[in-house]
């Protein structure tokens, strides 16, 4: 009985340290493609030299960032054959084949163009070319959507009927299946921290770039300007946003699972009137939020937008199905307390911006760097909040978790977690050695767009080579 309860917890563990460097990668790829897409438009658009500088400075990060999510995320696949084969054989009609579009429309939308992306900047023409950078950057969003369908079906199921005798889940409404009730506002919310966490990323960059230039007694160069302005600005914008969406996320948990909500808020019995407890220790034992402090008051207008709007308890249901409160109650302070940092990044570069000093803030600028893995860290604080208040089920309400899991065997368990663990280390710590060392280096001015054949070639029937935009740059933009 241990060695069985220890092999469902290993397999737990080592599905989420695998999902756990995943996750990160196809969010870097999400924001990355468009903030290349971004770059490469307003290059052509513009015709200014400092937007194809910056957009071949991030195309070399964007190629190691995009195949480590491919490998990453391969091993996944395996693992709900080993690990999971009972959740794939019931669950695997419907979410199989949300993966499988997931691979038709998307993986093969990136990888058709991904080479031209990559290496087709001087072999085709702009149009040409700028077109694969999109289509990549749709790609990606594309496999984000249909990833978080089949997380939000297990989430909140819709539009299946269980087969009499197997237990398996046949799909009954597509439609249902895809827009269930929790689908828009995971989108949405995926989505924004996906851009949030790169555009930290790139003004964590740029930032490190202008001190060591103030360093050097030199002004930064424009590219690395530009960029820390445009993470700024993304700041600035999508955090807010991203305060609206998680309250809406909020609404629609509170909606659909509110044991979730229960354990996230420490509550432990329903009532009107609730407060918002800052800190505490959630005891699943005795059933109590341990040196609670809270805010009276507060958790209901955040949960029902009402003063004495009724917040559930933990004890409103069954002790085996609650979640536990015990991480989730802290990983979702984190998200929250690095989202109002990040607001709060945004507001006061905003303020130096209107007083023409946010190239000149010191300040502004290590703070900048020290908030560089925070957009990552809130979203993998934002998905354990997710995916552990799911517990103990793998489909909400239906498929418990332990029922889920292969007859695995203790020692095979503990050989393949440790495997995993060693090899993510060093292929993925060799990985981010890699990217941190080519972020060091500063853009180069001066890059070199498509050639004036290849450009004439595909724009030729609506401009002369010579009018392109960026051709009489002073770095050359455009022609060789």
């Not at 092999?7 to 468009?34: D, N």
């Not at 103030?214 to 993304?234: D, H, I, K, L």
């Amino acid at each position: 009985m241990v060695s069985t309860a220890t092999a469902l917890l290993l397999a737990r563990f080592q599905f989420a340290f695998t999902v756990g460097f995943h996750i990160v990668f196809p969010a870097f790829s999400i924001g990355l493609a468009a903030y290349l897409a971004v770059l490469e438009g307003t290059w052509l658009k513009t015709g200014r030299q400092v937007y194809l500088d910056l957009y071949q400075y991030w195309l070399k990060v964007f190629s190691i960032v995009f195949a480590m999510g491919v490998v990453s995320g391969l091993v996944m696949s395996y693992e709900f054959g080993t690990n999971w084969s009972v959740f794939s054989r019931k669950a695997g009609p419907i979410t199989g084949v949300l993966l499988s579009y997931e691979v038709m429309t998307a993986f093969f939308l990136e990888a058709g163009f991904l080479g031209v992306m990559l290496f087709g900047m001087n072999k085709v023409g702009r149009g040409l070319h700028f077109a694969a950078t999109c289509l990549v950057s749709l790609g990606t969003l594309i496999s984000m959507t249909w990833i978080l369908a089949s997380n939000s079906w297990m989430q909140t199921p819709r539009g299946y009927t269980i087969e009499p005798g197997t237990g398996r889940f046949l799909p009954a409404d597509w439609l249902a299946i895809i827009f269930n009730p929790s689908f828009p506002f995971r989108l949405l919310h995926m989505g924004l921290a996906a851009f949030l966490s790169v555009a930290f990323v790139v003004g964590a960059t740029a930032a490190g770039h202008m001190l060591a230039a103030r360093r050097r007694g030199e002004q930064a160069s424009e590219p690395v300007r530009v960029m820390f302005s445009m993470a700024m600005w993304m700041a600035t914008i999508i955090a807010p946003l991203q305060l609206v969406a998680g309250d809406m996320h909020g609404l629609n948990t509170l909606e659909h699972q509110p044991a979730k909500i229960a354990a996230m808020e420490g509550d432990w019995t329903s009532e009107d009137h609730a407060p918002e407890l800052l800190l505490g220790i959630p005891n699943m034992k005795t059933e109590h939020t341990d040196y609670a402090v809270g805010i009276p008051l507060l958790g209901s207008l955040i949960l029902t937008h009402s003063l004495d709007g009724k917040v559930p308890g933990m004890k409103d249901f069954p002790a085996q199905d609650r979640p536990p409160s015990y991480i989730i109650f802290f990983t979702f302070r984190i998200m929250v307390a690095l989202g109002m940092a990040m607001i709060g990044m945004g507001l006061w570069s905003l303020i130096l911006r209107r007083r023409g000093r946010i190239y000149d803030s010191a300040a502004l600028h290590r703070a900048a760097v020290v908030m560089a893995p925070v957009g990552f860290v809130a979203l993998l604080c934002g998905w354990v909040t997710t995916e552990v208040g799911r517990q103990p089920w793998t489909v909400y309400g239906l498929l418990r978790t332990e029922n889920s899991v292969s007859p695995l065997m203790l020692p095979s368990m503990a050989l393949t977690m440790t495997a995993f663990v060693v090899v993510y280390f060093f292929v993925f710590g060799s990985g981010l050695i890699l990217l941190v060392r080519m972020l060091r280096h500063a853009p180069q001015t001066g890059e070199q767009g498509p050639t004036t054949e290849n450009s004439a070639s595909v724009l030729g029937a609506r401009s002369h080579p010579h009018e392109l935009p960026g051709h009489d740059t002073p770095h050359g933009s455009g022609p060789a």
